[in-house]
């Protein structure tokens, strides 16, 4: 059973469309991310949602929105799609509290690219 | 501003040596530290994690931590071309729910 799983798996589209990429887990984990990474292979983390309330949410460019419906996923908004938004995004959870992090576990990865 | 600094390689080893793999980290207050490995188009998994200084062995990965200096290590004896990959360091502080990631070492083993 996938642990973390993410739709679609690559995703190619013209500027200025939007998408979205789904992104679920069966790990009873409460606290899920988004990561960016670029093709130097920079892990940049986008988001975190902790209990359904977004706990930290880095200086990246409001065309991008996370959406949590429950604890179980967390689904990644972009709208007006840029050249620069090509890149590989993970979705990835852990069991976090206030005091710490555990291990993240990764979903597979959605490579999007942007025409 | 918290920063994980690593070595990005890549570093080639032949195949049975001892790959060491460095770490470097800014926030004093740092309590947990992860290694994951990510194979080309795959995503990361963990491969050891450590939160006390000293020695942590697993197989044949051992992590070391000295917090004193603000360093973590990954050492892999005898070295497969299967652990050819790109390793991320990183590095939690208590009170926070996002690691930082390094920007990853690329390790090539060679038959």
């Known amino acids: 059973d996938t642990a973390v799983s993410q739709t679609p798996k690559y995703l190619v589209t013209q500027m200025g469309n939007d998408k979205s990429i789904k992104c679920e887990q069966n790990?009873?984990?409460?606290?899920m991310y988004w990561y960016k990474q670029d093709s130097k292979k920079f892990l940049k983390i986008m988001f975190s949602?902790?209990?359904?309330?977004?706990?930290i949410n880095e200086t990246v460019p409001n065309r991008f929105s996370p959406k949590s419906p429950d604890k179980a996923h967390l689904n990644l908004h972009i709208n007006s799609l840029e050249l620069g938004d090509s890149a590989v995004y993970f979705c990835?959870?852990?069991?976090?509290?206030?005091?710490?992090?555990?291990?993240?576990?990764f979903g597979p990865g959605t490579r999007l690219t942007v025409l | 501003q918290k920063e994980v600094e690593q070595n990005s390689g890549p570093l080639s080893v032949p195949e049975g040596a001892i790959a060491s793999l460095n770490c470097t980290y800014s926030?004093?207050?740092?309590?947990?530290f992860f290694w994951y490995r990510q194979y080309s188009g795959k995503s990361p998994e963990l491969i050891m994690s450590?939160?006390?200084?000293g020695d942590k062995e697993d197989g044949r990965f051992t992590a070391q931590l000295n917090k004193a200096s603000q360093y973590v290590s990954l050492l892999i004896r005898d070295s497969q071309p299967s652990d050819s990959a790109t390793y991320l360091c990183?590095?939690?502080?208590?009170?926070?729910?996002?690691?930082?990631f390094g920007r990853g070492t690329s390790l090539i083993v060679h038959p």
């Open positions: 926030d004093r207050v740092s309590q947990s």
């Open positions: 990183a590095v939690n502080s208590g009170g926070s729910y996002i690691p930082t």
């Open positions: 450590i939160y006390s200084n």
């Open positions: 990835a959870s852990s069991q976090a509290n206030a005091l710490s992090t555990d291990t993240q576990y």
């Open positions: 949602y902790n209990n359904k309330e977004l706990i």
């Open positions: 790990l009873g984990h409460d606290t």
